[in-house]
């Protein structure tokens, strides 16, 4: 088993990149066992304005970023079961009992982890 690290990866691949296959091909040669591990952008019950603004930010560089919705993001872990607690803001992964209060949010990032059977 391997573990595949798309850590803050796959935003910056455009939907006509093909960015679900790209993942296919990895999962279909994982051994069984292996897990997948993603962190990406999300539009997800985010205010529009605010996800307007930070694409507009990346326009201007040369990876374009592509926050996608909940459900484009758990496509991504198709044939794989996610490991609890399932995919997150990434604060909620496991989360570090010693954040402060004053920690930038993270409810642009979902994560999670996804294991081959």
């Known amino acids: 088993p391997v573990a595949v690290l ?3 990866v796959l ?9 679900h296959d790209f993942v296919a091909r990895y999962r279909d040669i994982m051994a069984p066992g292996s897990h997948v591990a993603i962190s990406h952008i999300t539009s997800h019950e985010q205010p529009a304005h605010l996800v307007d603004r930070m694409t507009a930010v990346f326009e201007k560089v040369r990876e374009p970023m592509v926050p ?5 993001i758990l496509r991504f872990f198709d044939g794989c079961e996610l490991v609890d607690p399932g995919l997150v803001p990434a604060a909620e992964w496991r989360p570090d009992e010693t954040a402060a209060e ?16």
């Open 6 to 8: 798309l850590v803050a």
């Open 11 to 19: 935003h910056a691949v455009p939907d006509d990149e093909g960015p």
């Open 68 to 72: 996608r919705s909940r459900d484009e």
């Open 102 to 117: 004053d920690d930038p949010p993270t409810g642009f990032i979902l994560a999670g982890v996804g294991r081959k059977a």
